[in-house]
């Protein structure tokens, strides 16, 4: 399979407009890397840029970092719950800020090289993307079973099908994956290594379809009924606001893709993106029959509660037209899992 380049999220943080406008600028003239960079909200982001001039260490744990627009707020971080990585912005503000990633906002070269060590920072994410991008494109080729991909006889992930669990290697390289065997085992190989990072098929199918600049919804979606089943099955911090407004609407009425597209005013680009990681995560259907019902209309998508989906609520009941409140049965199937639409 040829390399295909993620596409990775930056959110900035203290920087002024003028400062904003400028790194943007420098984006674009970065040379190709491991990743295609593009700035995206803060809380959506695989990584973030923070201004160093803004930053305040209030304690080991305690990020405060100022404003550096009108209408921003000061934004304090816990540092003990980050879960991606951080580069600030030189100059530092005096204090005892030492940071592991820090770059010049002015030189190309030093922004250069800064992606390019979160790049390898993100490297168990970028495993992930290629992984769920070969999942897609052998899904109609796997079988129930075991797969074990390996790469000159060094084991990269472990699939169970049965039991629906994935594990990666911590040690696994992206270019591995690339030119990987996948051999199907029997049922006596299914062991995955307890030090392999746990993952699942939602999951690496969910990063891939958020990560790449390729239409994987498959086209039905562009002219059949789509129908809510139920809530994505990844973790819900992973929800975005699209996907929010998404899931509220479908779960109101079933709608065709143009009416979804009306009624939440998203492009036609994210909401394919968008429908399509829903797909791949259980979330959606054409078939009634494999619809199910729930509520997301009292979420509050505009404060980004991605949690609040955890309280999907599921009641029977009958079908309905297009625009038209659903009212569907109840189908626990899982969606083209193998083959399996």
């Known amino acids: 399979m040829s390399s295909e380049q993620p596409i990775l999220c930056l959110g900035l943080a203290g920087f002024t407009p003028e400062q904003t406008k400028h790194l943007e600028a420098l984006l674009a003239r970065l040379p190709q890397g491991l990743a295609a960079w593009q700035i995206s909200a803060f809380s959506e982001a695989d990584a973030w840029l923070v201004s160093g001039e ?105 699939m169970d099908f049965h039991e629906w669990r994935i594990g990666i290697s911590p040690d696994a390289e992206p270019p591995d994956f690339e030119l990987a065997r996948w051999d199907r085992r029997p049922l006596a190989a299914r062991g995955i290594p307890a030090h392999f990072l746990p993952n699942s098929l939602s999951q690496l199918r969910w990063i891939y379809t958020q990560r790449t600049r390729r239409d994987v919804l498959p086209p039905r979606y562009r ?33 065709t893709f143009e009416r979804l597209q009306q009624r939440t005013g998203l492009t036609a680009a994210q909401l394919t993106r968008d429908l399509a990681s829903l797909y791949f995560a259980g979330s959606i259907t054409t078939t009634p029959d494999k619809a199910g019902t729930g509520s997301f209309v009292n979420l509050d998508v505009t404060a980004g509660s991605a949690a609040d989906c955890a309280a999907l609520l599921a009641a029977p009941a009958a079908a309905a037209a297009v625009g038209q409140p659903r009212t569907v049965t109840v189908d626990p199937t899982a969606p083209a899992q193998l083959g399996r639409k």
């Open 54 to 158: 803004k930053s305040r260490l209030l304690s080991a744990d305690t990020l405060k970092v100022l404003a550096g627009r009108p209408t921003e707020r000061t934004l304090q971080i816990n540092l003990s719950e980050v879960d991606r990585p951080i580069a600030f912005s030189l100059p530092l503000a005096p204090g005892n800020l030492d940071p592991m990633y820090t770059f010049d906002p002015t030189s190309v070269p030093s922004l250069h090289q800064m992606l390019h060590k979160l790049e390898t920072r993100l490297r168990s994410l970028r495993c992930q993307f290629v992984l769920g991008g070969q999942l897609i494109a052998r899904e109609s080729q796997l079988l129930p079973g075991i797969y074990q991909v390996s790469h000159h006889g060094t084991l990269l992930a472990v």
């Open 223 to 255: 002219s059949k009924p789509v129908y809510l089943r139920r809530a994505p099955d990844v973790p819900m911090r992973w929800l975005r606001d699209s996907q929010l407004l998404l899931l509220r609407a479908l779960s109101q009425e079933i709608s």
